[in-house]
């Protein structure tokens, strides 16, 4: 597989855990932007705090795009296609949507740590209403993760990027 897959969708949609599994199916490097920021400048919730969404969005862009570049599998954050240039650097890679529904996200987020939720599942609601289109204009594959395991998610999704790049 020579093209960079590109993991994108809401908060909650599993990018992080379907892309660390569909690496390892097709024997590629993984990276979760979110946490190559976390390590190379902070935590993410500490960053918002302290700097603001656009200081964040500067240095998420530096990444996603060094890391795109860099080929593998990539999860991106959910906010990270609000960039022009990110979308323009998605249009050399296989993007793959990853959507859930409501009831399956809020037990995701409940943990909390993502600091857009201010108010939970209305946050949420009304970022992934906002963010829809963008993504939909992005994507390759749209894949729903709400009701299946990520393993058995991961393992089809892997096949078929593999029977994708045979063709």
Same mark, same amino acid.
């Given at each position: 597989?020579?093209?960079?897959?590109?993991?994108?969708?809401?908060?909650? %949609?599993?990018?992080?855990?379907?892309?660390?599994?569909?690496?390892?199916?097709?024997?590629?490097?993984?990276?979760?932007?979110?946490?190559?920021? /976390?390590?190379?400048?902070?935590?993410?919730?500490?960053?918002? %705090?302290?700097?603001?969404?656009?200081?964040?969005? /500067?240095?998420?862009?530096g990444v996603v795009q060094r890391?795109?570049?860099?080929?593998?599998?990539?999860?991106?954050?959910?906010?990270?296609?609000?960039?022009?240039?990110?979308?323009?650097?998605?249009?050399?890679?296989?993007?793959?949507?990853?959507?859930?529904?409501?009831?399956?996200?809020?037990?995701?987020?409940?943990?909390?740590g993502r600091p857009l939720l201010?108010?939970?599942?209305?946050?949420?609601?009304?970022?992934?209403?906002?963010?829809?289109?963008?993504?939909?204009?992005?994507?390759?594959?749209?894949?729903?993760?709400?009701?299946?395991?990520?393993?058995?998610?991961? /393992?089809?999704?892997?096949?078929?990027?593999?029977?994708?790049?045979?063709?």
């Amino acid at each position: 597989m020579s093209r960079t897959i590109a993991l994108i969708g809401p908060m909650g %949609a599993g990018k992080s855990s379907i892309g660390r599994r569909v690496a390892k199916h097709l024997d590629r490097r993984f990276v979760d932007t979110d946490a190559a920021i /976390a390590r190379e400048h902070g935590p993410v919730p500490e960053l918002f %705090a302290r700097h603001g969404e656009a200081a964040f969005r /500067a240095i998420e862009r530096g990444v996603v795009q060094r890391e795109l570049a860099a080929g593998g599998v990539v999860a991106l954050g959910g906010g990270a296609v609000l960039d022009p240039g990110t979308r323009e650097d998605l249009s050399d890679c296989t993007v793959v949507l990853l959507t859930v529904d409501e009831q399956a996200v809020a037990e995701r987020i409940a943990a909390g740590g993502r600091p857009l939720l201010t108010d939970g599942l209305a946050s949420w609601r009304r970022i992934a209403a906002e963010r829809a289109p963008v993504y939909a204009a992005l994507a390759d594959v749209v894949v729903d993760t709400s009701r299946r395991p990520m393993t058995r998610i991961a /393992a089809e999704l892997a096949e078929a990027l593999r029977q994708e790049e045979e063709r």
